[in-house]
């Protein structure tokens, strides 16, 4: 079946804006894109920063809610009890690298996500922020209880780079191409480093940190 007019719209922009970036895509590039008008675009979504906000909404609420069903049945069996750090794990970034994997549209959709994470606007971040607000919220709490002896200013840390390295791996893998040939082709086997690599950073020892206060003393001695 043909699709309608604002899934057109929709798929164009998705399209549009991994290739071309947020900012650099105009409305004129995705009504062209799309064989459709601007008075197409005012009538479904009223502006450009609305669109933006629908191609997110349409796939990342599917997204969270899925990540928080798991999280939900996971909690569930548990009754109570500390999940382990890998269920939790994977039940974050299992369900976004299956997405990826399971249409041309996942994985355009996760293409762009992670370009928005390195590339962010002010918009951008700010609604993206309202939109993960409930699903973070949760699943901090059960790292919090999974993890009682790491600081949680340091997990905040470890979580950052762990969402960082998923967004660089579901982005494309055109900028490792510098270290050589590399075969991203199989999701499964992507899903199994990346498991590997997050576990392994979540479970790392501490770092020794000196405070601000610490270092200018330290310096000053010194002098």
């Given amino acids: 079946m043909e699709p309608d007019t604002r899934s057109r719209i929709l798929d164009a922009a998705e399209n549009l804006f991994v290739e071309h970036g947020l900012d650099a895509t105009t409305l004129r590039m995705i009504t062209a894109e799309a064989k459709a008008n601007l008075a197409a675009v005012n009538y479904h979504f009223g502006s450009k920063e609305a669109l933006i906000e629908a191609v997110f909404r349409r ?3 599917w997204l969270n809610e899925q990540r928080i069903a798991v999280l939900d049945a ?8 500390p999940l382990k750090p890998r269920q939790i794990v994977e039940s974050y970034f299992g369900v976004t690298i299956r997405m990826a994997a399971s249409s041309p549209g996942g994985k355009t959709f996760m293409r762009l996500l992670g370009r928005t994470y390195t590339e962010p606007s002010e918009f951008v971040r700010n609604f993206l922020a309202e939109e993960h607000a ?3 919220a949760r699943y901090k709490a059960a790292f919090f209880k999974a993890l009682p002896d790491v600081p949680q200013e340091e997990f905040l840390w470890r979580f950052h780079f762990m969402m960082g390295a998923l967004a660089y791996a579901v982005s494309g893998a055109d900028a490792l191409r510098i270290l050589g040939p590399i075969d991203d082709s199989d999701p499964e086997a992507l899903y199994a480093r990346l498991m590997s690599f997050l576990i392994g950073g979540l479970r790392a020892p501490l ?3 000196r405070t601000k206060s610490a270092r200018k003393s330290g310096t000053k001695k010194a002098a």
Avoid: D, N, Y
């Fill in 59 to 61: 796939r990342l609420s």
């Fill in 74 to 81: 996971l909690e569930a069996e548990a009754g109570g009890a």
């Fill in 134 to 136: 409930e699903l973070i």
């Fill in 207 to 209: 770092p020794e940190i």
